[in-house]
C-alpha cells in the first residue's frame, strides 16, 4: 500500500481551475435529504409562529399592566395612560385616569361586566371606579380625589 503524501496531492489538485464536472451533482445529491428536512422543519414552525402570536401579545399587555402597576406607586397626573387590558376592549374603557377618575356609573358597570371584575352589590360609583383602577394597576393613591 502507497504511502499518502500530502505534498502530492496539493500539487496534483493545485492546477486544477474549475471543479470536475461530477462535483455538482454529485453535492446537489448530499445536499437534497437536508434541504428536504429544513423545508419541513420551516413548514412545521409556521403554524406555531402563527399559534404562538396571540400568547406572546398577551404577554406583552400582562407586561405593561405589571410594569404600570409597579409605576402606580407614583401619582400619576390625569392624563396618564392606561395600557390596554385586551386588544378588543370596549368604547367605554378609560385610557387615561383622568378617564378613569370621571367615569359614569353606566361606563363602570360596562367594564365591570367585561372583565368580570368582582364587586359588591352595594358598591358604590367610587368604589366601583376603586376596582376598575386596582384591576387595571392603577394605584389608589390615583384615586385619591374621587374617594
Given at each position: 500500500?502507497?504511502?499518502?503524501?500530502?505534498?502530492?496531492?496539493?500539487?496534483?489538485?493545485?492546477?486544477?481551475?474549475?471543479?470536475?464536472?461530477?462535483?455538482?451533482?454529485?453535492?446537489?445529491?448530499?445536499?437534497?435529504?437536508?434541504?428536504?428536512?429544513?423545508?419541513?422543519?420551516?413548514?412545521?414552525?409556521?403554524?406555531?409562529?402563527?399559534?404562538?402570536?396571540?400568547?406572546?401579545?398577551?404577554?406583552?399587555?400582562?407586561?405593561?399592566?405589571?410594569?404600570?402597576?409597579?409605576?402606580?406607586?407614583?401619582?400619576?397626573?390625569?392624563?396618564?395612560?392606561?395600557?390596554?387590558?385586551?386588544?378588543?376592549?370596549?368604547?367605554?374603557?378609560?385610557?387615561?385616569?383622568?378617564?378613569?377618575?370621571?367615569?359614569?356609573?353606566?361606563?363602570?358597570?360596562?367594564?365591570?361586566?367585561?372583565?368580570?371584575?368582582?364587586?359588591?352589590?352595594?358598591?358604590?360609583?367610587?368604589?366601583?371606579?376603586?376596582k376598575i383602577a386596582a384591576f387595571l394597576g392603577v394605584r389608589r393613591v390615583v384615586l385619591s380625589t374621587i374617594l
Open positions: 500500500m502507497e504511502e499518502f503524501n500530502t505534498q502530492q496531492v496539493i500539487q496534483t489538485y493545485s492546477n486544477i481551475e474549475a471543479p470536475p464536472p461530477w462535483f455538482a451533482p454529485a453535492l446537489a445529491a448530499a445536499l437534497a435529504p437536508m434541504e428536504a428536512a429544513i423545508a419541513s422543519m420551516v413548514a412545521t414552525i409556521a403554524p406555531m409562529a402563527t399559534a404562538i402570536a396571540p400568547m406572546v401579545a398577551s404577554i406583552t399587555r400582562l407586561e405593561n399592566r405589571l410594569i404600570q402597576s409597579m409605576n402606580g406607586s407614583a401619582m400619576h397626573s390625569s392624563d396618564f395612560l392606561i395600557a390596554p387590558v385586551s386588544p378588543a376592549q370596549p368604547a367605554e374603557f378609560p385610557r387615561t385616569c383622568g378617564e378613569l377618575m370621571t367615569m359614569t356609573l353606566d361606563d363602570c358597570n360596562v367594564i365591570i361586566a367585561t372583565y368580570n371584575i368582582i364587586v359588591a352589590d352595594n358598591d358604590e360609583l367610587a368604589q366601583k371606579r376603586s
